[in-house]
């Protein structure tokens, strides 16, 4: 779903839809790549549930995905989510499975728990992850920025710091991952980030930003050159 509608879109309007000219309000389960390579100008809003490959080479869309009914950690979408994709937004109420946001090089995204290998050979955008996440998180990693919700202090497990740095939010980005997450709950209507947003200064102390080690290189090397 999606991606014959993008096909559509882009042969008779080319490039020059505003955000969510058109609305694909669906209900259920989607199936496999709901939104693959969607195009600027399509909102598709789902309640239900979908399954692997959301959001696969997204390319300009919104999309948003919450459940029928509200539960803790519910899983709304499978494996290989946002994989190559370049820009856009996906929003998801729930958990997503492992690969999350694979190669993702623009795309702008908020879920609720991920599973092993998330953001791996990640190389622009940004990505807030509201709960847990599993194994290898940011292998490969060299562009962008991440954000995880960390109560535990239990992340710094599930990484390799050779490859990425771990960091409270400067406070230059909090803003941005503010604004990221009300725009999910505007999405949504998200318990989690109600929440979260509602006792703000104490959450933000729990949020992680993720940075590649080589973004930091070159940040104090400019750095060093301006001072």
């Not at 195009?39 to 919450?66: C, H, M, P, Q, W």
């Not at 995204?109 to 940004?126: D, I, S």
């Not at 973004?215 to 301006?226: D, F, S």
Request: proline share 3%; hydrophobic share 40%.
């Amino acid at each position: 779903v999606g991606t014959r509608t993008s096909s559509a879109l882009v042969r008779r309007f080319k490039d020059t839809l505003a955000d969510g000219h058109l609305t694909l309000q669906l209900r259920g389960s989607a199936g496999q790549s709901l939104g693959a390579f969607a195009v600027k100008g399509l909102f598709i809003d789902l309640v239900g549930e979908s399954n692997d490959y959301v959001g696969k080479g997204l390319s300009g869309a919104t999309i948003s995905i919450r459940p029928r009914h509200w539960q803790e950690k519910q899983a709304l979408a499978g494996n290989t989510i946002l994989y190559g994709a370049t820009s856009g937004k996906l929003f998801v109420a729930g958990t997503v499975g492992e690969r999350f946001a694979v190669r993702n090089s623009g795309a702008t995204t908020v879920v609720e728990g991920a599973g092993a290998h998330g953001c791996e050979y990640m190389t622009g955008g940004k990505v807030v992850i509201l709960g847990s996440v599993g194994a290898n998180f940011g292998a490969g990693m060299t562009g962008g920025v991440a954000y995880v919700w960390d109560p535990d202090k239990s992340f710094a497990n599930y990484i390799n710091p050779e490859g990425i740095t771990l960091r409270s939010v400067p406070d230059e980005s909090e803003a941005e991952l503010k604004g990221l997450i009300e725009e999910h709950f505007k999405m949504t209507l998200s318990p989690r980030a109600e929440a979260l947003l509602d006792d703000w200064d104490n959450s933000l102390k729990a949020f992680v930003q993720v940075m590649p080690n080589e973004i930091l290189a070159l940040q104090a090397k400019l750095e060093a050159k301006i001072a």
